[in-house]
């Protein structure tokens, strides 16, 4: 059977097999075939299936073919009639790609938001006609607070890994778009895994769902093959140099547990003649965009991840995925080593774990139903100063964080031990951060990590290595100087006779106080 009976059969119109045959794609994938028709009866749909099988698609087409049969003219500008959900940039990217490439030859209109570029050119294409709107929750919010949104013409509302979507994390920002939706719609929501609490958290929000779950909930790809490395956390880092060169892997994504964890792999790696480049919440989007590129295009073999990169991102025949260190929880293991191992293809996971993780992964075969085997490293010698290296590489240094600090963002490092119940959001602006419901006047939009809101940064900063610096500053004895140099008499600053605004308006302001000088 040829490409256009196949999916034909699913119901589909024929620009969308046009544009599906161009694509390349032969059958419907199992959670294609299940899923398609289900969206165009109308109804709401839950939808689980493995990383990697199609789900994108899985949405993408019915939902271009129900718009198109339902086009409307005129249609009102900056008022979208499908809303798209994602948790992260990337993913978003992603998804509104594959709503251009299967929806190029009708007559609709996507585009994508997110924060951490530039929010003018998004009130600009607000300005015209959007049929498809892609976007994450944060930046979403500042286009309805800015009032360059309108979202009660949304017919479909869709959750893309929503499992995440849905967790405790984000659950506040879902209600806040809930509640500026038409009731009457239809809701999608689809992921990878779905833990019971999830489902009974989904169902909450969708009327009668129907249930597409094409394989065993939280299942790895059966193609992927997957190993473990027993070995000591301060040897990892020599023993993944030495598997790169030694197995000469050209092409290989490597997870790690928290930002700074990833910089120092990603800095340990390029010095030793393997070119490396980490991508995580803290790097401008610029920075992440050009590194995922390099690292598509074969010109940058390592790429060093949180676990930002493991949800939705797409990279063709990869064939290396590294756990260098072991999440802490299991389900997003399924997602690191889905990147490999896709459509069919076959793929290789390796794990190296030091005694501390033996819990977490005995958590993770737990949630298989299968063992990951052990393996070794037969050659691999470490190194007798390696502790004393990794000593040395891991001290800290402050980090300056996006959107001006408070660890607030830090949501690689905090969603895997943070409690489920927890009622702050990742960039938010709960009774935690002091905010006062109905407090705040106008807002200019807010920078984003991984998609939510953080805190306003009050200046920007310039960038070293993708990562914001802090501006440079002269500073006598530690202290921060001020924008011109003063002289100094026995430690304190002389007065300036060229600034009289130190001299005789202080005086009057003092002066004029009343009462007893209490405060």
Partial sequence: MNTESNFASLGLAEPLLRAISEAGYTTPTPIQAQAIPQVLAGGDLLAAAQTGTGKTAGFTLPVLHLLSQTHVHPHPNGRPRCLILTPTRELAAQVEESVKTYGKHLPLTSMVMFGGVNINPQISALKKRVDILVATPGRLLDHVNQRTLDLSGV??????????????????????????????????????????EIRELANGLLHKPGCVEVAARNTTAERVEQAAYMIGQKQKRELLAWLIKERQWFQALVFTRTKHGANKLAEYLTKHGIESSAIHGNKSQAARTRALAQFKDGSLPVLVATDIAARGLDIDQLP?????????????????????????????????????????????ERLMHRKVDRATAEGFVPSATAEQSHDEDQRREPMQRRGGGGGRNNNEQRRSSAPAGRSDRPGGRGPANGGQP??????????????????????????????????????????????RGRSEVNGNRAPQPSDRRNTAPRAALFSARTGNGNR
């Fill in 438 to 483: 109905g407090s705040r006047g106008p807002q200019r939009a807010r920078p984003e990590a991984d998609g939510n809101r953080a805190r306003p940064a009050p200046r920007q900063a310039g960038e070293v290595d993708g990562n914001r610096a802090a501006p440079s500053r002269p500073e006598p004895n530690g202290n921060h100087a001020g924008n």
């Fill in 320 to 364: 290396q995925v590294v756990n260098f260190e072991l999440p802490n929880v299991p389900e997003d293991y399924v997602h690191r080593i889905g990147r490999t191992g896709r459509a069919g293809a076959a793929g290789h996971a390796i794990s190296l774990v030091d005694r501390e993780e033996l819990k977490l992964l005995t958590a993770i």
């Fill in 155 to 196: 017919e479909i509302l869709i959750l893309d890994e929503a499992d995440r979507m849905l967790d405790m994390g984000f659950i506040r920002d879902i209600r806040k778009v809930l509640a500026l939706l038409p009731k009457k719609r239809q809701n999608l929501l689809f992921s990878a895994t779905f833990s019971d």
